[in-house]
Nanobody, 124 residues
Framework: QVQLVESGGGLVQAGGSLRLSCAASGRTFSLYAMGWFRQAPGMEREFVAAISAWGASTSYADAVKGRFTISRDNAKNVVYLQMNSLKPEDTAVYYC?????????????????WGQGTQVTVSS
């Protein structure tokens, strides 16, 4: 069982930056691939970024490529999402997720554990 707790969300102006963190419980964090998803009001949950278990591979949605960076610190059981050049369309609840597979996964059904989410609001 893995418990995930996101933090770092908030209100920021367009063009600004935020760094989201996701703290994971358990001693096997390094065996899980990790991902970030987001869900805007009235929209389906969508993939944002993912990183493999040891951080060797990453994947990004086209909408955030070049602006967002996913990283992880397996010693601290934390995964990060650095978000730069934020746009109003990035406004959503951001969820951290863990997959028992070790490789990058871009689809929600591949993830086994989810956090409660953190709100990110980007004003124009």
């Amino acid at each position: 069982q893995v418990q995930l707790v996101e933090s770092g969300g908030g209100l920021v102006q367009a063009g600004g930056s935020l760094r989201l963190s996701c703290a994971a419980s358990g001693r096997t964090f390094s065996l899980y691939a990790m991902g970030w998803f987001r869900q805007a009001p009235g929209m389906e949950r969508e993939f944002v970024a993912a990183i493999s278990a040891w951080g060797a591979s990453t994947s990004y949605a086209d909408a955030v490529k070049g602006r967002f960076t996913i990283s992880r610190d397996n010693a601290k059981n934390v995964v990060y999402l650095q978000m730069n050049s934020l746009k109003p369309e990035d406004t959503a609840v951001y969820y951290c997720a863990a997959s028992r597979t070790t490789v990058v996964s871009t689809t929600a059904p591949r993830y086994d554990y989810w956090g409660q989410g953190t709100q990110v609001t980007v004003s124009s």
